[in-house]
């Protein structure tokens, strides 16, 4: 084997993904506490164990469904030379860069489709229905949610020609970031509206977590910003103190138990068609009073890309 194809097959190793993952999530819930970007609703300890028992169940499911397809398919992929990928024989450094973007714009497109396919919300319905957001939600995906992903991962991996340290260093840096954007950590203002303009944002990603329609229809990306630009869905004139967190039919948090949303992709009345509808009243004529309190002051100019604050 190739010194090239060695380093390709490589994976980052799990003690250092570990520490890499869990010194993330320390630290972002540390920083939380010390500079809050939005008001918590509901009691922090309660809901972060609520959310890291739906994140175990979800660990599970990706050692046991997702890992013994997509590991032995990338390793297929790098010794067969198949995909998009290998049909050129470029650099290392510059075969993982373009690994991590295409990995990241595909699942762009998989994030839209969980939101527009009524089967798909069904499943992604539990990360959304959190009434507060922050680094804990970043881990909060139902189990199904995950089982039904991991056919499009296949995909991905076959189509594209990812490698097995591509497909590795793209999920350290996905879970790295998708902690970071959900957390409830107020950046300076100046470093967020440069830093959004490049990759995902806590403020950015706040809005797509609002529960106005207009609002959660923007911001699918996950790690860079550009495929939101590309498809003109970027959205960053929403202020945060205007925003309320979840999704304007579950707002009660005796309905938001653990195990409620854990049962929440059988139950769920408004499978995708009901959020659609939502909207800001100034902007649609709509008149829901748990929307009414999300309204900003000042209504802001739709799709604007300057960052609120
Ligand atoms: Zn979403």
């Known amino acids: 084997m190739s010194r090239r194809s060695r380093s390709l ?3 980052i190793p799990g003690f250092f993904n570990a520490l890499l993952i869990f010194g993330t999530l320390a630290t972002l819930v540390i920083q939380e506490l010390r500079h809050p970007l939005r008001q918590s609703r509901e009691n922090k300890l309660r809901r972060d164990l ?15 469904m997702e890992r013994p397809v997509t590991t032995p398919l990338a390793r297929a992929v790098e010794r067969q030379h198949w995909g998009l990928l290998k049909l050129v024989r470029l650099p290392v450094s510059v075969e993982l860069a373009l690994s991590v973007v295409l990995l990241d714009y595909t699942l762009y ?10 089967l798909l919300w069904r499943f992604h319905l539990p990360h959304h229905v959190d009434l507060d957001m922050d680094a804990t939600t970043a881990l909060r995906f139902h189990f199904g949610e995950i089982m039904l992903s991991v056919p499009w991962r296949a995909a991905q991996v076959r189509l594209l020609g990812i490698s097995p340290m591509g497909l590795s260093l793209w999920q350290t840096l996905t879970i790295i970031e998708i902690m970071f954007h959900h957390s ?15 990759m995902v944002t806590p403020r950015m990603h706040g809005i797509h977590h609002s529960i106005v329609r207009k609002e959660t229809d923007s911001n699918w990306s996950t790690i860079f910003s550009w495929p939101d630009y590309l498809h003109r869905t970027i959205r960053l004139d929403v202020p945060q103190s205007a925003i309320t ?8 948090p005796s309905e938001l138990t653990l195990g409620s949303v854990v049962r929440l992709p059988l139950t769920a009345q408004h499978p995708s068609g009901q959020l ?10 709509a008149d829901d009073p748990r929307e009414r309190q999300a309204v900003p002051e000042r209504e802001p100019q739709a799709c604007s890309t300057t960052l609120a604050g």
């Open 109 to 118: 497109v998989w994030h839209y489709l969980t939101h527009k396919v009524p």
């Open 245 to 252: 967190i979840g999704v304007a039919e579950y707002q009660d």
């Open 184 to 198: 409830n950590l107020r950046l300076p203002y100046a470093l967020e509206s440069r830093l959004c303009r490049l």
């Open 50 to 64: 609520r959310n890291l028992a739906i994140a175990a169940a979800s660990a599970a499911t990706v050692s046991l």
């Open 9 to 11: 097959h490589r994976e």
């Open 276 to 285: 659609q509808q939502a909207a800001r009243p100034s902007l649609t004529g």
